[in-house]
C-alpha cells in the first residue's frame, strides 16, 4: 500500500482499468467531487493509464478546476493483478 501511494487510512474510492471517457471516467470525477464534500477522508484511487488526447484531458481539466481535490486524487500507473493490494 505504501509503495503504491495509497493512504492507510481514510475512505478510499478506486477504479482499476484504462482510464477513459467510455468507461465512466467523467461520472467517476462527478461523483469523487459530489462525495469529497461530504467525507473529509475520502480519496480516489486511479490505478491504471489514460491515453493521450481527450481522455487524459479530462483528468488534468479536473485538477485544474478542484485544486483542493488534487491531492486526494491519486493516480497509480499499471500494476498486475496479483500485485494489487487487497483493500
Do not use: C, M, W
Request: glycine residues 10%; proline residues 9%; without cysteine.
Amino acid at each position: 500500500v505504501t509503495r503504491l501511494g495509497i493512504p492507510q487510512s481514510g475512505t478510499r474510492l478506486g477504479f482499476v482499468g484504462e482510464l477513459r471517457q467510455k468507461k465512466g471516467l467523467g461520472l467517476l470525477l462527478l461523483a469523487f467531487q459530489a462525495l469529497a464534500q461530504k467525507y473529509a477522508d475520502l480519496s480516489l484511487l486511479l490505478i491504471g493509464e489514460g491515453r493521450p488526447g481527450p481522455d487524459r484531458q479530462l483528468l488534468q481539466l479536473f485538477r485544474k478546476q478542484n485544486p483542493q481535490l488534487s491531492p486526494r486524487l491519486i493516480e497509480i500507473p499499471s500494476q498486475p493483478h496479483a500485485e494489487l493490494p487487497a483493500l
